[in-house]
C-alpha cells in the first residue's frame, strides 16, 4: 500500500511569485485535503477535493486554489505569495464514506519559505 | 475564534509514568474528537479517537476520555515510552473529514 506523497519537500519562493504544490494520495483513497501548518499552530483547513471538484473550503482566499486528478492525485497552487503563506503545507487523503470519522492519512508535507 | 484548544504547549513526563493531554472545545455539535501525533519532518499521524456518542475509548496504552457537559477531552497514555515524545494534536469534525485542530502539545519523555 502506497502512503501519502507530496512535492517538493522545501522550496523558496519571492513574495508576489506562484507556487505549485503537488500531492499523490494513498491507493484506495478518492478525496484530497489540503492543510496550512504555520510555525506554532496546528494545521488549518484549506479546501478538499472529491471526484474532481472541491468539497467544502476553510477560511482562505481565492489566490488558494486546487485541482484533483483523475487519479486523485492533487494540486495546490498559490498565486501573489505573501510573506504569512511561509508554512507547512499537508495533504492528506481518505475514503469519502457514509460516516467520516475523520481519520486522514497524512504526507510528510511541502515546506513553503516566501522571502 | 478558536474552536479545539490545547492551553498546554508542553509536557515533560518521566518514562514509565502516566502521560495526560488536554484538550477543550467550544462546538457542541462536533461528533467526532481525534488524536494525531506528529514526529519532526513527518505529516501527523491518526492514534486514536472517540464518537461523541462514547465517553471512553481505549487501544493499548492509550485511552481517550470525553467529558460533553465541560466540553473537554484528554488523552492518557500508560506507560509513557521515550518513542511516544512527539506533537500531539487534539482535532474535532462535525460528520466530515474537515478536521479542526488544536495547536498541539510537544510531549517529552525522559529516562
Known amino acids: 500500500e502506497t502512503g501519502v506523497t507530496q512535492s517538493p519537500t522545501h522550496l523558496i519562493k519571492t513574495r508576489g511569485q506562484q507556487v505549485t504544490l503537488r500531492c499523490s494520495s494513498q491507493s484506495g483513497h478518492n478525496t484530497v485535503s489540503w492543510y496550512q501548518q504555520a510555525l506554532g499552530q496546528g494545521p488549518q483547513f484549506i479546501f478538499q477535493y472529491y471526484r474532481e471538484e472541491e468539497n467544502g473550503r476553510g477560511n482562505f482566499p481565492p489566490r488558494f486554489s486546487g485541482l484533483q486528478f483523475p487519479n486523485y492525485s492533487s494540486e495546490l497552487n498559490v498565486n501573489a505569495l505573501e510573506l504569512d503563506d511561509s508554512a507547512l503545507y499537508l495533504c492528506a487523503s481518505s475514503r469519502n464514506q457514509e460516516v467520516n470519522t475523520g481519520e486522514l492519512f497524512f504526507g510528510e508535507g511541502s515546506r513553503l519559505t516566501v522571502l | ?111
Not at chain 2, 502516566?18 to 462546538?27: E, G, H, K, R, V
Not at chain 2, 457542541?28 to 488524536?35: A, E, G, T
Not at chain 2, 472517540?50 to 470525553?66: P, Q, Y
Not at chain 2, 506507560?79 to 462535525?94: H, K, L, M, N, T
Open chain 2, 1 to 111: 475564534d478558536q474552536q479545539v484548544k490545547q492551553n498546554s504547549p508542553s509536557l515533560s513526563v518521566q518514562e514509565g509514568r502516566i502521560s495526560i493531554l488536554n484538550c477543550d472545545y467550544t462546538n457542541s455539535m462536533f461528533d467526532y474528537f481525534l488524536w494525531y501525533k506528529k514526529y519532526p519532518a513527518e505529516g501527523p499521524t491518526f492514534l486514536i479517537s472517540i464518537s461523541s456518542i462514547k465517553d471512553k475509548n481505549e487501544d493499548g496504552r492509550f485511552t481517550v476520555f470525553l467529558n460533553k457537559s465541560a466540553k473537554h477531552l484528554s488523552l492518557h497514555i500508560v506507560p509513557s515510552q521515550p518513542g511516544d515524545s512527539a506533537v500531539y494534536f487534539c482535532a474535532a469534525s462535525q460528520n466530515t473529514d474537515k478536521l479542526i485542530f488544536g495547536t498541539g502539545t510537544r510531549l517529552q519523555v525522559f529516562p
